[in-house]
């Protein structure tokens, strides 16, 4: 599974609102002129008994206050599974999902958030020799002029 930094969604996200005004970035869809959203789903079969699928979903607003202060927020979904029904695979199936949220504040004249807040949750499921194994994580930061305020962890795993 993919693993990303949320700080970096910011980023990528800032500039995919920008890079389509300036044509280095595709264009993504923009309905009714507010957030962007962008879409990508596919799939691939890497031999006859073996299939890898992502989907990705990412929504993307900024808002710019009357005091110039720009507010920036999101939400990412990133799916992959993978499948192999091979006698010799090692394992049959997995899949891993990460969801990711955030909201930040940058104040004018400043490229650095003044306040960001992310949060950030990860599972995946992995079924080997009929066992499958459960893991489950989150992530909530969040950061003052570059500083975090507070950090809440949590991770679990079972097996079935």
């Known amino acids: ?7 970096s969604v910011v980023v990528l996200a800032a ?6 005004m300036v044509g280095a970035l595709p264009a ?17 079969q890497d031999s006859p008994t073996r299939t ?4 990705d979903h990412i929504v993307f607003n900024q808002t710019i206050s009357g005091s110039g202060n720009i507010n920036l927020s999101g939400n990412a979904s990133f799916v992959l599974t993978l499948t192999d029904t091979s006698p010799e695979a090692a394992c049959s199936s997995q899949a891993g999902k990460q969801t990711a949220h ?14 960001q807040h992310d949060l950030e ?5 992995v079924t080997c020799g009929g066992v499958t ?7 909530e930061v969040h950061f003052v002029d570059g500083v975090a305020q507070f950090e809440r962890q949590s991770f679990e795993c079972s097996v079935s």
């Open 15 to 20: 500039i995919a609102l920008i890079g389509p």
């Open 121 to 125: 949750s990860n599972s995946s499921v």
């Open 28 to 44: 993504v869809a923009a309905p009714s002129g507010g957030a962007i959203v962008q879409d990508v789903h596919e799939c691939r």
């Open 52 to 55: 890898v699928c992502t989907k």
């Open 1 to 7: 599974m993919r693993t990303v930094n949320l700080r």
């Open 133 to 139: 194994f459960t893991c489950n994580s989150t992530l």
């Open 102 to 115: 955030f909201h930040a504040l940058i104040k004018p004249n400043s490229v650095a958030p003044r306040e």
